[in-house]
């Protein structure tokens, strides 16, 4: 049975970082394509970051630069570092795996966290 769980959300200022941590198991990451997802309020469910087979990773525009998609230290972890973080950067974030490559939009995935929520606000 597969589990996906993530940690690490929080509230943060403008400006402030914080990291995502996904844990899976039941699941070898080296055979899924991983990525984060995030969904704001009233907003549809998107892609933030993807890494795939080749530990190559893939952004969105609007995090680019300042988000960092990893594979942890663990095994079977998954890391987002966020930086330079912004109240658009609110909302519940997902961390989600693929058994295709690309990974980009909800039908891909195969299995979701239950998300953990980041607060962007002064």
């Known amino acids: 049975q597969v589990q996906v769980a993530e940690s690490g959300g929080g509230l943060v200022q403008p400006g402030g970082s914080l990291r995502l941590s996904c844990a899976a198991s039941g699941l070898t990451f080296g055979d899924y394509a991983m990525a984060w997802f995030r969904q704001a309020t009233g907003k549809e469910r998107e892609r933030v970051a993807r890494?795939?087979?080749?530990?190559?990773?893939t952004y969105a525009d609007a995090v680019k630069d300042r988000f960092t998609i990893s594979q942890g230290n663990a095994k079977n972890t998954l890391i987002l570092q966020m930086n330079s973080l912004q109240p658009e950067d609110t909302a519940m974030y997902y961390c989600a795996g693929c058994d295709i490559d690309v990974c980009s939009v909800v039908p891909d995935v195969n299995y979701w966290g239950h998300g953990t929520q980041v607060t962007v606000s002064s």
């Open positions: 890494i795939n087979w080749d530990g190559n990773p």
